[in-house]
């Protein structure tokens, strides 16, 4: 499911790979076995040796260009064999490297197949009203069609339930039953038996829950696949055999500004982890196809047009110096990991200590070099009390907003004028009530949602309250966020939950909440105005450590896209890290005593799809021999 989408092409086959091989540095480093707490260390004693061993260039480097086909053991390749297998969480996460995909498969016959943990129920929706497991079956049928021309027939899935926007791995864990998960990803690997595995970038910064723990589970998979002694039932009682893939691979965004057909000749290294990284050009023209890979991949992106994809220009550049790469950090090679040199951080914060006691346990504490960014230091301000309350309709009167006004930054997106689109916010309370009053600047309306819509605000023009109580928030399950848009096509404004401790329309899960909106006529922006009563919050807010971010989105289109976004607290994920939010003190509060301090326990939605109600995956499952869902199957 993507929050945003990439606008440029991609990078260069051949011997960059081989080029930026030679510049890891392969020392030793410390490590721990490959265990985890979900798979015993009876399971994965026989990796140890393997995994720990230092993977030198050499042994991976010498003549490699491509992941080309390798002849396997007798009876290797059944009719699910694939040489390559992207392993990813929702439908169109694999869409940023069809042009790697595709040139493979014409230039040296790889075949690539997909695995996809879930069908993106939890994403929004562009081109109707379905949602949940309805929804999921159409990116099933927009994933199919989308990865076709880059020569992908075989795309699984694992049925586990998508939700709404997180940036947690552990919490997603929770939600997909992480060992029952891992256990598929291996089955899948010793089914499909690919030489190579590419996966998302396991690291937490900026990043979906969803794509991290997909990555995190593909290289515990990819280490324990060969092992015998990992899920030995699905040797004994299943026939599948072990098998070791060899080459492992992380999708890598650090070089997508690096343009043209000579940046990815150059050697490369993660600027984190120290682990080599090579780039595949889209630039190249294809064969089959005629017209460049860059241009087949966006007519395949296109398809995606549930996430709003079908938005992105039908045209790529023509000029070569305009087209990027797919970039790739190099995980594994020969079976085993590359090592690099271990930089440790102090002062960790709860998910990036999690994300490097996990990469600890793996075998690779380097790909938690720098996982923990810089974090600017976050706003401050004060709400201070008022005698009256604003009176709520969208018009600010004197006294009613005393404190100071909020400047509202671009965050993500394109970048916009002020007459474009800007934007300021002030606070107040009330007794138990806060209250916002958010005034935008906008130079067109984007699309007006119904009422059977009214979901998944960043779609169009709408405000976001983010809302931490306690100021202690790892992930956005145990806060306060709601989406308000100014106008609907009934005319007045209305607001929902998302991606926080409790979803759905307002009046479900907020009914205290009141939203007020005065739209301009000619169009020129408008202003929100919200009552929260601090007694809807999932626990009692702590008057010092209260968190706060407000966040404006702007379309400025009628296809249910968004182009810019502003936050008070803009960075990274600034609507879904409670570690960006300011503070927003509550000046002279006390919370009632008997208001509980430990947040509430989060309501998420579990709906998932069934590949059982797909025909294209039951057809898949006849044709391969593949479980549907990739689950157990009987002895052959």
Same mark, same amino acid.
């Given at each position: 499911?993507?929050?945003?989408?990439?606008?440029?092409?991609?990078?260069?086959?051949?011997?960059?790979?081989?080029?930026?091989?030679?510049?890891?540095?392969?020392?030793?480093?410390?490590?721990?076995?490959?265990?985890?707490?979900?798979?015993?260390?009876?399971?994965?004693?026989?990796?140890?040796?393997?995994?720990?061993?230092?993977?030198?260039?050499?042994?991976?480097?010498?003549?490699?260009?491509?992941?080309?086909?390798?002849?396997?053991?007798?009876?290797?390749?059944?009719?699910?064999?694939?040489?390559?297998?992207?392993?990813?969480? %929702?439908?169109?996460?694999?869409?940023?490297?069809?042009?790697?995909?595709?040139?493979?498969?014409?230039?040296?016959?790889?075949?690539?197949?997909?695995?996809?943990?879930?069908?993106?129920?939890?994403?929004?929706?562009?081109?109707?009203?379905?949602?949940?497991?309805?929804?999921?079956?159409?990116?099933?049928?927009?994933?199919?069609?989308?990865?076709?021309?880059?020569?992908?027939?075989?795309?699984?899935?694992?049925?586990?339930?998508?939700?709404?926007?997180?940036?947690?791995?552990?919490?997603?864990?929770?939600?997909?039953?992480?060992?029952?998960?891992?256990?598929?990803?291996?089955?899948?690997?010793?089914?499909?038996?690919? *030489?190579?595995?590419?996966?998302?970038?396991?690291?937490?910064?900026?990043?979906?829950?969803?794509?991290?723990?997909?990555?995190?589970?593909?290289?515990?998979?990819?280490?324990?696949?060969?092992?015998?002694?990992?899920?030995?039932?699905?040797?004994?009682?299943?026939?599948?055999?072990?098998?070791?893939?060899?080459?492992?691979?992380?999708?890598?965004?650090?070089?997508?500004?690096?343009?043209?057909?000579?940046?990815?000749?150059?050697?490369?290294?993660?600027?984190?982890?120290?682990?080599?990284?090579?780039?595949?050009?889209?630039?190249?023209?294809?064969?089959?196809?005629?017209?460049?890979?860059?241009?087949?991949?966006?007519?395949?992106?296109?398809?995606?047009?549930?996430?709003?994809?079908?938005?992105?220009?039908?045209?790529?550049?023509?000029?070569?110096?305009?087209?990027?790469?797919?970039?790739?950090?190099?995980?594994?090679?020969?079976?085993?990991?590359?090592?690099?040199?271990?930089?440790?951080?102090?002062?960790?914060?709860?998910?990036?200590?999690?994300?490097?006691?996990?990469?600890?346990?793996?075998?690779?504490?380097?790909?938690?070099?720098?996982?923990?960014?810089?974090?600017?230091?976050?706003?401050?301000?004060?709400?201070?009390?008022?005698?009256?309350?604003?009176?709520?309709?969208?018009?600010?009167?004197?006294?009613?907003?005393?404190?100071?006004?909020?400047?509202?930054? %671009?965050?993500?997106?394109?970048?916009?004028?002020?007459?474009?689109?800007?934007?300021?916010?002030?606070?107040?309370?009330?007794?138990?009530?806060?209250?916002?009053?958010?005034?935008?600047?906008?130079?067109?309306?984007?699309?007006?949602?119904?009422?059977?819509?009214?979901?998944?605000?960043?779609?169009?023009?709408?405000?976001?309250?983010?809302?931490?109580?306690?100021?202690?928030?790892?992930?956005?399950?145990?806060?306060?966020?709601?989406?308000?848009?100014?106008?609907?096509?009934?005319?007045?404004?209305?607001?929902?939950?998302?991606?926080?401790?409790?979803?759905?329309?307002?009046?479900?899960?907020?009914?205290?909440?009141?939203?007020?909106?005065?739209?301009?006529?000619? *169009?020129?922006?408008?202003?929100?105005?919200?009552?929260?009563?601090?007694?809807?919050?999932?626990?009692?807010?702590?008057?010092?450590?209260?968190?706060?971010?407000?966040?404006?989105?702007?379309?400025?289109?009628?296809?249910?896209?968004?182009?810019?976004?502003?936050?008070?607290?803009?960075?990274?994920?600034?609507?879904?890290?409670?570690?960006?939010?300011?503070?927003?003190?509550?000046?002279?509060?006390?919370?009632?005593?008997?208001?509980?301090?430990?947040?509430?326990?989060?309501?998420?939605?579990?709906?998932?799809?069934?590949?059982?109600?797909?025909?294209?995956?039951?057809?898949?499952?006849?044709?391969?021999?593949?479980?549907?869902?990739?689950?157990?199957?009987?002895?052959?």
């Amino acid at each position: 499911m993507s929050d945003s989408t990439r606008d440029q092409g991609r990078g260069q086959d051949g011997g960059a790979a081989r080029a930026a091989a030679d510049a890891v540095d392969a020392v030793g480093a410390t490590g721990a076995p490959p265990s985890r707490r979900a798979v015993s260390a009876a399971l994965v004693s026989g990796l140890v040796g393997a995994a720990l061993a230092a993977a030198t260039p050499s042994a991976w480097a010498d003549g490699w260009e491509a992941p080309r086909p390798r002849r396997g053991p007798r009876g290797a390749r059944g009719p699910a064999h694939n040489d390559a297998l992207f392993v990813g969480a %929702h439908p169109d996460d694999e869409h940023g490297n069809f042009s790697t995909f595709g040139q493979w498969h014409e230039r040296y016959g790889v075949s690539t197949g997909v695995l996809t943990v879930t069908r993106g129920e939890g994403g929004g929706n562009a081109v109707g009203l379905e949602e949940g497991a309805e929804l999921g079956l159409i990116r099933e049928d927009e994933e199919r069609a989308a990865t076709a021309p880059a020569g992908i027939d075989h795309v699984f899935y694992l049925d586990k339930p998508d939700f709404w926007y997180t940036l947690s791995a552990p919490l997603t864990a929770g939600l997909w039953d992480e060992r029952d998960t891992l256990e598929r990803t291996v089955r899948l690997i010793r089914a499909t038996t690919p *030489y190579t595995v590419v996966t998302m970038d396991p690291r937490p910064f900026n990043q979906h829950g969803g794509h991290q723990l997909s990555a995190r589970l593909a290289i515990e998979a990819f280490l324990l696949a060969g092992d015998p002694g990992a899920f030995p039932h699905q040797i004994t009682r299943e026939g599948y055999r072990p098998w070791r893939p060899r080459l492992l691979l992380a999708q890598n965004h650090a070089f997508a500004d690096l343009l043209g057909p000579d940046a990815p000749r150059r050697r490369r290294t993660d600027p984190d982890s120290g682990l080599p990284v090579f780039g595949v050009w889209s630039g190249v023209k294809s064969r089959e196809h005629g017209t460049s890979w860059a241009q087949v991949e966006r007519n395949a992106a296109r398809e995606y047009r549930s996430q709003g994809f079908g938005a992105l220009p039908p045209e790529v550049p023509t000029d070569p110096e305009q087209l990027g790469s797919d970039w790739f950090t190099v995980l594994a090679a020969d079976g085993r990991p590359v090592r690099a040199r271990v930089r440790t951080q102090p002062e960790l914060r709860p998910l990036y200590r999690e994300f490097r006691d996990w990469a600890a346990r793996t075998g690779m504490p380097w790909l938690a070099n720098g996982a923990q960014p810089d974090y600017p230091e976050a706003p401050t301000t004060t709400v201070p009390e008022v005698a009256e309350a604003p009176v709520l309709d969208g018009v600010e009167r004197d006294g009613e907003y005393p404190g100071p006004e909020l400047p509202l930054r %671009h965050w993500e997106g394109d970048e916009a004028e002020p007459d474009d689109v800007s934007a300021t916010a002030k606070l107040a309370r009330h007794g138990e009530d806060l209250y916002v009053l958010v005034r935008v600047t906008d130079e067109r309306r984007g699309a007006a949602l119904g009422g059977g819509d009214l979901k998944r605000h960043w779609r169009t023009d709408a405000v976001e309250i983010a809302l931490d109580p306690r100021g202690t928030a790892d992930d956005t399950s145990v806060t306060f966020k709601t989406g308000i848009f100014p106008f609907t096509a009934d005319g007045g404004p209305a607001a929902e939950r998302d991606g926080d401790n409790r979803q759905g329309p307002a009046e479900d899960t907020a009914p205290g909440m009141r939203v007020a909106a005065v739209v301009t006529e000619p *169009y020129t922006g408008y202003v929100v105005e919200a009552r929260i009563p601090l007694g809807e919050l999932p626990a009692a807010a702590d008057p010092e450590a209260f968190a706060l971010n407000v966040l404006v989105y702007d379309s400025d289109t009628d296809d249910k896209t968004g182009q810019t976004r502003l936050a008070w607290s803009p960075f990274g994920s600034a609507q879904a890290d409670p570690y960006v939010w300011g503070t927003a003190r509550l000046d002279g509060y006390t919370p009632p005593p008997d208001r509980p301090t430990t947040p509430a326990e989060p309501e998420i939605p579990h709906e998932a799809a069934r590949s059982a109600d797909s025909p294209a995956s039951v057809a898949q499952s006849r044709r391969t021999g593949v479980p549907l869902a990739v689950g157990p199957r009987e002895r052959p």
